[in-house]
């Protein structure tokens, strides 16, 4: 089947097991990845180093985990404008408590708190509709 065109090739069988070659161009060289290379690419592209005491969401967050690993209280804001779907993974990782805070915005969770219980908590924040914030996971005071 060569010179084939993408669309005339079938359909891949689900479930894939990773190990399934891919071409892809790097640098204007053609070379092979597999599938689940791609995959730990991807999700090693997900994750967002937090240095910082004080940072505000923003749709660029989307599908993120945010490590945050200062010693100092860091601060999470909820930004508006952040439809519907909007989902972030924020973990504890320094000493420094991480907070998430409404910025105007509607935030709620179950328990009524909004801190990390501590080093290596990890919230969750979903926004069922757009700016409205769900919390969970280990959320203490």
């Known amino acids: 089947m060569a010179d084939a065109k993408i669309s005339a090739l079938p359909a891949a069988t689900i479930p894939l097991a990773g190990t399934e070659p891919l071409p ?13 290379q791609l995959m ?3 999700f090693a592209a997900n994750i967002v180093t937090e240095t910082t ?5 923003s749709a660029s967050d ?4 945010i490590y945050c690993t200062n010693s100092s ?13 909007f989902n972030v993974t924020i973990i504890q990782g320094g000493t420094g408590k991480v907070t998430v805070a409404a910025g105007g915005q ?8 909004f801190s990390t219980m501590g080093q290596y908590a ?10 409205t914030f769900v919390a969970a996971g280990n959320l203490g005071v």
Request: with cysteine.
């Open 24 to 36: 892809l161009v790097q640098s204007g060289t053609t070379k092979k990845v597999t599938v689940d």
């Open 53 to 57: 005491t004080a940072r505000t969401l």
């Open 106 to 113: 509607t935030l709620v969770s179950y328990s009524s708190l």
């Open 62 to 65: 989307m599908q993120k985990i």
């Open 122 to 131: 990890v919230i969750s924040l979903i926004a069922p509709v757009a700016n």
């Open 73 to 85: 209280a860091v601060t999470i804001t909820c930004a508006a404008g952040l439809g519907a779907g």
């Open 40 to 42: 730990q690419a991807q």
